[in-house]
């Protein structure tokens, strides 16, 4: 059975022990989502320190809740759905001065791990088009949790927040390429933030594997569990061709599906980018 690389190298090693990667213990793949360039004009930058995307956050020490408070972070949204969180028992964490607030993208079980099960028959014969199916869909039913990200950005931006899912790449993946383009950041760049989390989730694989193990049908199909797994730049580029597409653009698809007007729009763009 073919698995992946669980070692780090050193450059991996520097790359999680550096900017954009921060340090909370017990928190998989978390990192600042900004300090990238704009194009909206030549002199931004999207603002640091203003929004952090991580993997679920169950196994948060209490150094953890320490470290989580050091970064400014009050409010901690979760885009997990009530029977994904059961199901592995990955209960949300209790850190005083820190709200954990529930925003699932969808109610039942169609993102979470165990769901994607239906699509790995899709992953074996195109794995391309089964990230685009699986990005609609998150597309589709992720406006009413995304509104509650950005108008926490919009309303409190000196309140910095963390968003999450389980591993921090699909649903929490969109939700960070929909920001970043929506600030004005390149496809390219937003595709390297999005390849990131195959750097930010190895030191957590043996878990995250267990659990794929764990499920007879992952097991028989482990191949496309694998490509299931993956952060490939292209997917995400895919995923916002598509929002133009449909939407035409990151401003169209937030003000239909997640209600945010023309005003609340630049409001978040001015809250987010360090004008120089």
Excluded at 41 to 48: G, M
Excluded at 64 to 70: K, N, P, V, Y
């Amino acid at each position: 059975m073919a698995d992946i690389d669980k070692t780090l190298n050193d450059a991996e090693v520097r790359l999680l022990t550096s900017a954009p990667f921060v340090t909370v213990d017990g928190v998989i793949n978390i990192r600042d989502v900004g300090g990238y360039p704009t194009a909206l004009d030549s002199t931004s930058i999207v603002k640091t320190r203003i929004l952090y995307r991580s993997g679920e956050p169950t196994r948060l020490t209490a150094k953890g809740g320490e470290q989580l408070r050091a970064l400014g972070i009050r409010k901690v949204f979760d885009l997990r759905s009530e029977a994904e969180i059961k199901k592995y028992k990955s209960p949300t964490p209790e850190i005083e001065g820190v709200e954990f607030v529930r925003i699932p993208v969808s109610q039942d079980e169609a993102y979470d791990p165990v769901s994607l099960v239906k699509r790995l028959d899709d992953f074996s014969v195109d794995t391309a088009q089964a990230f685009a199916k699986l990005y609609d869909g998150i597309l589709d039913h992720g406006g009413p949790a995304f509104e509650t990200v950005f108008r926490h950005i919009k309303d409190r931006p000196d309140e910095p927040c963390l968003i999450h899912c389980t591993a921090g790449k699909d649903r929490t993946g969109v939700f960070a390429a929909l920001y970043l383009n929506l600030l004005g950041v390149s496809d390219d760049d937003v595709a390297k933030d999005y390849n990131l989390t195959e750097i930010g989730l190895k030191p957590m694989w043996p878990v995250l594997l267990a659990r794929f193990k764990n499920e007879p049908i992952f097991k028989d199909n482990w191949e496309a569990t694998l490509k299931m797994a993956s952060a490939s730049p292209e997917t995400i580029k895919m995923t916002l061709a598509t929002v133009r597409e449909q939407y035409g653009g990151v401003e169209g698809y937030l003000k239909v599906k997640a209600n945010l007007t023309e005003e609340d729009l630049a409001t978040i763009k001015q809250n987010a980018l360090n004008r120089q």
